[in-house]
C-alpha cells in the first residue's frame, strides 16, 4: 500500500511570510497527525485529527499556525507569518484507529527553512 | 505526565558488536511503548512497540527490547551491529486518555558504526 505522502519536501521562506503543507494519509486511515520535529530534538505533536475533528491541538501555536482536514482524508498545515523559530521538519503521520496500541505511519516530512 | 529520556546522545559501536540504546519512561499509567528508526531525510520507521502482552519484544532488522516496569525502563538491544544500523533512534510513550494517543519522544540518539 502506498505510505503517507507530503508535500513540498523542502521550503526556504524569509521571516514573516506564509507557508502551507500537505499531507495525503495511509487509505483508510482516520486519524491523523502533524509532528514538529525541530534540530537535535524528537518529534512534538501540533495537532490530532480524527477523520475531520480535532482530537488535540493543546500545543498547536494558534496565533500563527493553523490546520483542516475538511474531507477527512488529506490535510493542510498553514504558518502565517513564519518566525525563525519554526525551522524544523514537519512530519504527517497516520494510524488507522485512534488507539494507543496501533502504529503511526510516518511520511518523509517537510523541511522548513525561515531566513 | 508521560515522559520518555533517552540516555545517550549519541552512541558509537564497532561493525559486529552489541548495540544497547537506552530509554527510560515516566508514566501514572500502563504506557504503550515504541521504538522508532529515522534515516536521514527520512520520516520514522517502527522498529517494535510494546502494548502489554510479551515483556521482551522483537522487532524488524533483529532488534529487541525489554519491558522492565520495576525500572521503568525499554531499552533497545540488537546483538550483532551492521554498517545499515547507523541512523537516529527516537524512544516513545504513548497512553490513552481523552485528548488523544499522540506520541510523546526523546530526544533521540544517533548510533555510528564503524568498520
Known amino acids: 500500500e502506498a505510505g503517507v505522502a507530503q508535500s513540498p519536501r523542502y521550503k526556504i521562506i524569509e521571516k514573516r511570510q506564509s507557508v502551507a503543507f500537505w499531507c495525503n494519509p495511509i487509505s483508510g486511515h482516520a486519524t491523523l497527525y502533524w509532528y514538529q520535529q525541530i534540530l537535535g530534538q524528537g518529534p512534538k505533536l501540533l495537532i490530532q485529527f480524527q477523520n475531520n475533528g480535532v482530537v488535540d491541538d493543546s500545543q498547536l501555536p494558534k496565533d500563527r499556525f493553523s490546520a483542516e482536514r475538511l474531507k477527512g482524508v488529506d490535510s493542510t498545515l498553514k504558518i502565517q507569518p513564519a518566525k525563525l523559530e519554526d525551522s524544523a521538519v514537519y512530519l504527517c503521520a497516520s494510524s488507522h484507529r485512534d488507539r494507543a496500541s496501533y502504529e503511526q505511519y510516518f511520511g518523509p516530512g517537510t523541511r522548513l527553512t525561515v531566513t | 505526565a508521560q515522559s520518555v529520556t533517552q540516555l545517550g546522545s549519541h552512541v558509537s559501536v564497532s561493525e559486529g558488536a552489541l548495540v544497547l540504546l537506552r530509554c527510560n519512561y515516566s508514566s501514572s499509567v500502563p504506557p504503550y511503548l515504541f521504538w522508532y528508526v529515522q534515516y536521514p531525510n527520512q520520516g520514522l520507521q517502527l522498529l517494535l512497540k510494546?502494548?502489554?502482552?510479551?515483556?521482551l519484544v522483537k522487532g524488524i532488522n533483529g532488534f529487541e527490547a525489554e519491558f522492565k516496569k520495576s525500572e521503568t525502563s525499554f531499552h533497545l538491544t540488537k546483538p550483532s551491529a551492521h554498517m545499515s544500523d547507523a541512523a537516529e533512534y527516537f524512544c516513545?510513550?504513548?497512553?490513552?486518555?481523552?485528548?488523544?494517543?499522540?506520541?510523546?519522544f526523546g530526544k533521540g540518539t544517533t548510533l555510528s558504526v564503524s568498520s
Open positions: 516513545a510513550v504513548t497512553i490513552r486518555n481523552q485528548a488523544g494517543t499522540a506520541l510523546i
Open positions: 510494546y502494548t502489554s502482552a510479551a515483556t
